[in-house]
């Protein structure tokens, strides 16, 4: 058990490490947040102080309790008092090297009881432990950007972990008011493999010109209720990150077909059209500019949103069958980690799976491409006469 008044360090104060010292530090934790680069420690600690400040403004937090949380984070330009800490998490550059370096550093450091953490989101647990020596002690605890907003936190034990040290860790990441869910350590975890087919296969109608970008966001948001569309979203993200998850998760899947990026999007990396950072994506964001309207056609748009969505189900089912996650962590990730507005699972339930089944099937006739083949587990399912949540009606 990890106690309250544990103290807790954080390396790396990036995006991520300075809201996961944020969130720590706001459950009255003491934190020490370190980073290789002093620049990059002010920089946190300006953004931190801007980010409270606003909270006060908004009348969300008292000064008092901004002043506690910013009084409880140590900005520490060396690791040395990592020796106090009962929990450490890195948040450094996704580069494995650094990450191995950093551990194989604090393991000096850190007392025989500290459990150490990865933030990483696509290098596996299991490459990261071998430059530990007690790596039954480590494992990968996800946070999802921002760390103060996000209730999703992915634990991941690998293989070396010790079953206890990922009960303690769960428990305590819950203490935190956030959502834990369980994934074993494969490429994307759990949101970022299920989550794959939101932008694949909108972007795969597109490339088939069965429909435009507006066209598959208006589809997506009016008929399946998601806060915004993949092409709105994918110019968020920014088009060089969101298509080297899908090149990285695709590479890591021995090229499933499944997973297989696009051209479309390939091309815009190259242009240099990332989305809302350089001014232009799917969409225009430069001063000025006005981008096409969506076709309205009810018709056009079920068919769209009923297939993006049948290939998500097809993929959260897979994440079940392979083990990955339970059917319920599966369901949360995916409302908590990206915001949709149902469990997949739950969903499919509600559509019923056999109808499920007739829309995957349809695509695999129709396309023949084994990036169309429905899951074994709905298949079972199906043949079963079985829900996902069997009691609940
Ligand atoms: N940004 C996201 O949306 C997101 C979401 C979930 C997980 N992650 C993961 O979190 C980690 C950090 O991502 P980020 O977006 O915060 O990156 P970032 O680039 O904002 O921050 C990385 C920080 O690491 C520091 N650093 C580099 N080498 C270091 C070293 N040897 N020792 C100490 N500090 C060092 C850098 O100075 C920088 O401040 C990555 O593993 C990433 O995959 C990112």
Same mark, same amino acid.
């Given at each position: 058990m990890i106690t309250e008044d544990a103290k807790i360090g954080v390396v790396g104060a990036g995006t991520m490490g300075a809201g996961i010292a944020q969130v720590a530090s706001?459950?009255?934790?003491?934190? @020490?947040? @370190?980073? +290789? @680069?002093?620049?990059?420690?002010?920089? +946190?600690?300006?953004?931190? %102080?801007?980010?409270?400040?606003?909270?006060?403004?908004?009348?969300?937090?008292?000064?008092?309790?901004?002043?506690g949380i910013l009084s409880r984070i140590e900005f520490a330009d060396n690791i040395t008092m990592f020796g106090e800490c009962s929990f450490v998490i890195e948040a450094v550059i996704e580069d494995p090297d650094v990450k191995k370096d950093v551990f194989s550093r604090l393991e000096g450091i850190v007392?025989?009881?500290?459990i150490l953490a990865s933030n990483t989101s696509s290098l596996s647990i299991a490459s990261i432990s071998s430059a530990l020596k007690k790596p039954e002690r480590f494992l990968g605890v996800h946070f999802f950007n921002p760390a103060p907003l996000m209730k999703l936190v992915e634990v991941v034990p690998g293989i070396a972990t010790d079953p206890e040290i990922a009960d303690t860790?769960?428990?305590?990441?819950?203490? *935190?008011?956030?959502?834990? %869910?369980?994934?074993?350590d494969?490429?994307?975890?759990? &949101?970022?493999?299920?989550?794959?087919?939101? @932008?694949?296969?909108?972007?795969?109608?597109? #490339?088939?010109?069965?429909?435009?970008a507006p066209t598959?966001? *208006?589809?997506?948001?009016?008929?399946?209720?998601?806060?915004?569309?993949?092409?709105?979203?994918?110019?968020?993200?920014g088009h060089d990150v969101n298509y080297e998850v899908t090149s990285t998760v695709f590479k890591a899947f021995y090229y499933d077909p499944r997973f297989k990026p696009s051209f479309a999007q390939k091309r815009m990396v #190259? +242009?240099?059209?990332?989305?809302?950072?350089?001014?232009?994506g799917f969409y225009d964001y430069r001063n000025g500019s006005s981008n096409p309207e969506p076709t309205k056609d009810p018709e056009l748009g079920q068919k769209i949103f009923n297939r993006i969505l049948t290939m998500l189900i097809n993929e959260a089912c897979d994440a079940v069958f392979m083990g990955i996650a339970s059917i319920e962590d599966v369901d949360l990730a995916m409302q908590n980690g990206v915001n949709y507005p149902k469990g997949?699972?739950?969903?499919?339930?509600?559509?019923?799976?056999?109808? &499920?089944?007739d829309r995957m099937t349809a695509l695999q006739v129709q396309y023949r491409e084994d990036r169309y083949r429905p899951n074994p587990l709905l298949k079972k399912m199906v043949s079963e006469g079985k829900n996902f949540y069997e009691n609940e009606e």
């Open positions: 706001t459950q009255g934790h003491q934190v @020490y947040l @370190y980073d +290789a @680069y002093s620049e990059q420690l002010e920089k +946190a600690e300006q953004g931190l %102080v801007k980010i409270l400040n606003r909270q006060v403004e908004k009348e969300r937090m008292s000064q008092e309790e901004v002043d007392s025989k009881d500290c860790t769960r428990d305590f990441i819950q203490s *935190w008011d956030k959502i834990t %869910v369980s994934g074993k494969t490429p994307g975890f759990i &949101v970022n493999r299920v989550a794959r087919p939101f @932008y694949g296969e909108a972007l795969r109608i597109y #490339e088939e010109g069965i429909a435009d598959i966001d *208006w589809a997506m948001k009016e008929i399946g209720d998601f806060r915004m569309g993949p092409f709105e979203l994918m110019d968020l993200i #190259e +242009a240099g059209w990332l989305g809302r950072k350089s001014g232009r997949l699972l739950k969903w499919a339930d509600e559509i019923g799976l056999h109808e &499920v089944l």
